[in-house]
T-cell receptor
Framework: KQEVTQIPAALSVPEGENLVLNCSFTDSAIYNLQWFRQDPGKGLTSLLLIQSSQREQTSGRLNASLDKSSGRSTLYIAASQPGDSATYLCAVKQSNAGKSTFGDGTTLTVKP | GAGVSQTPSNKVTEKGKYVELRCDPISGHTALYWYRQSLGQGPEFLIYFQGTGAADDSGLPNDRFFAVRPEGSVSTLKIQRTERGDSAVYLC?????????????FGPGTRLTVL
């Protein structure tokens, strides 16, 4: 059974800092890994998706990496802004046709 | 609209009542997923549809929960004899498995409160 862990559960940083969020998974036979952002009381917004054959994906100030062999992914946020404050979730899919398994998220607070 | 929509956005009901939650996926997406999210936790898988059929319902907690997707588009999650422990946000997502990326897109969720 796939298990996904995100550490830390919460993180507070001053504006402008670069930061890394971590996601680890127990079964390395994955199809893809997706990072989401969730604002309080809202649904999930997709940030980045990494296919199993890829090592990283970039979008603006965000960079996600994937190391299947070690069961890890990181989300790097450059030059953090107060608007980045949210909960970040990672989700692992083990087949094209099937469910995702989520971590419990990292709640990020960026202080002005 | 272009995204996944869910109705109602909020539902308050009494213990023992029956509720229906609706999901409208992105047009053309053949895959539809239901998840449940409790406070402070990540979404937990309930059921996955490919077209009209439930391809994986292993996440449904018990037989009080049932979901349908009769025409391969809109889906309804049905909960009978609701219990206080059913209180959560119910999220729906859709995707297109025919595409290599098969990215999931989520709706805003329905917040269910059982009194």
């Amino acid at each position: 059974k796939q298990e996904v862990t995100q550490i830390p559960a919460a993180l507070s940083v001053p504006e402008g800092e670069n930061l890394v969020l971590n996601c680890s998974f127990t079964d390395s036979a994955i199809y893809n890994l997706q990072w989401f952002r969730q604002d309080p009381g809202k649904g999930l917004t997709s940030l980045l998706l990494i296919q199993s054959s890829q090592r990283e994906q970039t979008s603006g100030r965000l960079n996600a990496s994937l190391d299947k062999s070690s069961g890890r992914s990181t989300l790097y946020i450059a030059a953090s802004q107060p608007g980045d404050s949210a909960t970040y979730l990672c989700a692992v899919k083990q087949s094209n046709a099937g469910k995702s398994t989520f971590g419990d998220g990292t709640t990020l607070t960026v202080k002005p | 609209g272009a995204g996944v929509s869910q109705t109602p956005s909020n539902k308050v009901t009494e213990k023992g009542k029956y509720v229906e939650l609706r999901c409208d996926p992105i047009s053309g997406h053949t895959a539809l997923y239901w998840y449940r999210q409790s406070l402070g936790q990540g979404p937990e898988f309930l059921i996955y549809f490919q077209g009209t059929g439930a391809a994986d319902d292993s996440g449904l907690p018990n037989d009080r929960f049932f979901a349908v997707r009769p025409e391969g588009s809109v889906s309804t999650l049905k909960i009978q004899r609701t219990e206080r422990g059913d209180s959560a946000v119910y999220l729906c997502a859709s995707s297109s498995p025919g595409l290599a990326r098969n990215e999931q897109f989520f709706g805003p969720g329905t917040r269910l409160t059982v009194l």
